[in-house]
């Protein structure tokens, strides 16, 4: 059994020994002692190298050590490390330029995505227009030969305060047809009214309490987001049918 072993790492020599040998270690310049390890370590270089195979070369059966590369080659390495350091700083760089190409792809196709998003919208705006348009065009059409319901068609705001708005209009229309002048009678008021005088016909006063009714609905919040317009072109569509009815009924 050896009881003395040569090994080496990258940069040192490693030397195992027995306690009472360890004058021999210590005779070797620039020694030190891993604790860790419990081995006597020493610089890997020429000197260090002849010293231990002299110690120790009758103790060691086979020796595994080999002696440090030359000076040259230890200037070559360097540089050799400096070039693969510099390769490997390309690869980065050329896999950070593919990344911004891919980058820029991205944004490209981003922003014309944000185009034809923004093509749509004015497509759906123009598309709404064009339905409101329609919609008002039917509605006078049915209100042809009133002027007065004509008037709030044309001119009335197709949007979410319609459903408001026109119901307005309607009393005010009632007040006229009635003669009425007191403030006090609401819409309840004037339908009966106007019932009471004869000037009503009963498709008018259904359609008088639809009108009524989908105002009250939006005044109370109680529309769902979904029918909303739906709502507003049912309230243009009543308003346009009692036109025809009121002009019919004042003929």
Known sequence: ????????????????I????KDRAKKINQFKWDSTNKVWKYPKNI????????EFNKDIEQ????????????????FAEKNRIIADQRKKIQFLESQIEQG???????????????????????????????????????????????RIIEDIEFD????????????????????TQCPQKDFVDLIFEGKKQKLLSQEAIALLHTIRKQRNIFAHNTVTPNSRLMRVIFLLAAFALLAEEIKLENK
């Open 1 to 16: 059994m050896n009881l003395v072993t040569l090994n080496q790492t990258a940069n040192h020599y490693t030397l195992s």
């Open 63 to 78: 020796i595994k050590i080999t002696p440090p590369k030359s000076n040259q080659e230890n200037q070559e390495n360097p």
């Open 47 to 54: 000197s260090s190298y002849d010293s231990l195979i002299n």
């Open 18 to 21: 027995p306690y009472t040998l």
């Open 160 to 179: 979410l305060t319609l459903p408001i708005e026109l119901p307005k209009k309607v009393v005010n229309i009632l007040k006229t047809i009635t003669k």
């Open 104 to 150: 820029e792809c991205e944004i490209d196709r981003y922003i014309s995505t944000i185009v034809n998003l923004n093509e749509k919208i004015d497509q759906l705006l123009n598309s709404d227009k064009d339905v409101e348009n329609v919609i008002r065009k039917v509605a006078m059409q049915c209100a042809e030969g009133n002027d007065r319901c004509l």
